[in-house]
């Protein structure tokens, strides 16, 4: 007799089947943490170009923060804007944000407007912190 028979074919895909099911939910948290990084890194840059902006176009400049999207816009105020020079940064679906809704970073200097401020990314228990100081420079790290 040539083959496998019905019995090492079953072995074989339990085997499979095993390892697979413990393995899964380990990718699948490392492609979150990912996605998680990924956007802390994008909201560092978007706070960075905004500040960096203020600095030479010598003019108040924002992120907003709404859904599940960032919006950097130049003036004074939202509703002064124009926006025909937003800029948009989309954000994953699945990472929460909270932080201030609105930064404001002031014309010239780069300094935030309202002082320090912190956003708090999260995906699957993990945590980002993104900080800006009053000199307004962005830093992000893991919590713990």
């Known amino acids: 007799m040539r083959g496998f028979s019905l019995i090492n074919l079953s072995l074989?895909?339990?085997?499979?089947?095993?390892?697979?099911?413990?393995?899964?939910p380990y990718g699948i948290a490392s492609y979150r943490a990912q996605g998680l990084y990924q956007d802390a890194a994008n909201l560092v840059y978007f706070l960075e170009s905004a500040r960096n902006r203020a600095?030479?176009?010598?003019?108040?400049?924002?992120?907003?923060?709404?859904?599940?999207?960032?919006?950097?816009?130049?003036?004074?105020s939202f509703s002064d804007r124009n926006m025909a020079e937003d800029?948009?940064?989309?954000?994953?679906?699945?990472?929460?944000?909270?932080?201030?809704?609105?930064?404001?970073?002031?014309?010239?200097?780069?300094?935030?407007?309202?002082?320090?401020e912190e956003y708090v990314l999260k995906v699957a228990g993990q945590t980002y912190r993104v900080?800006?100081?009053s000199l307004g420079?962005?830093?992000?790290?893991?919590?713990?």
Do not use: K, W
């Open 12 to 24: 074989a895909i339990g085997i499979l089947l095993l390892v697979v099911g413990v393995t899964l």
């Open 55 to 76: 600095m030479v176009d010598v003019e108040d400049y924002a992120v907003r923060r709404e859904d599940v999207e960032l919006l950097q816009y130049r003036g004074p």
């Open 87 to 116: 800029q948009v940064l989309e954000l994953s679906a699945q990472v929460a944000m909270e932080g201030p809704v609105e930064m404001y970073f002031q014309a010239g200097s780069g300094f935030p407007r309202l002082g320090s």
């Open 131 to 133: 900080h800006i100081n």
């Open 137 to 144: 420079l962005v830093s992000s790290e893991l919590a713990q």
